[in-house]
Nanobody, 128 residues
Framework: QVQLVESGGGLVQAGGSLRVSCAAS????????VGWFRQAPGKEREFVAG????????YYADSVKGRFTISRDNARSTVSLQMNSLKPEDTAVYYC?????????????????????WGQGTQVTVSS
């Protein structure tokens, strides 16, 4: 099993930047694909970005493409999401999630049900 803890959320003005991180413990994070999801009040949880085992591939939701960047440091057991040009509609609780994989070439899942391990979430609020 792997345990995930998010950090780095906060309040930022529109147009600003924020970096959220996901620290993994337990089994080596290099065994897991990792995704970032978010959930705004009254809305369903949605996929934001995902990254394969070594980071060779990434995938982004259309709503964040060009603004957000997902990266990972397996030596430090962390996966980060750099968020630039933030908009009020980016306001949500951000979650990292992990799914074990055997290969770097497995497609990145985009459904929350496809992930087995979740962090507790970190709040990101973007003011207008």
């Amino acid at each position: 099993q792997v345990q995930l803890v998010e950090s780095g959320g906060g309040l930022v003005q529109a147009g600003g930047s924020l970096r959220v991180s996901c620290a993994a413990s337990g089994r080596a994070v290099r065994r897991y694909m990792v995704g970032w999801f978010r959930q705004a009040p009254g809305k369903e949880r949605e996929f934001v970005a995902g990254i394969t085992l070594t980071g060779i591939s990434t995938y982004y939701a259309d709503s964040v493409k060009g603004r957000f960047t997902i990266s990972r440091d397996n030596a430090r057991s962390t996966v980060s999401l750099q968020m630039n040009s933030l908009k009020p509609e980016d306001t949500a609780v951000y979650y990292c999630a992990a799914r074990q994989a055997l290969s770097d070439y497995v497609p990145i899942p985009r459904l929350s049900d496809d992930y087995d391990y979740w962090g507790q979430g970190t709040q990101v609020t973007v003011s207008s």
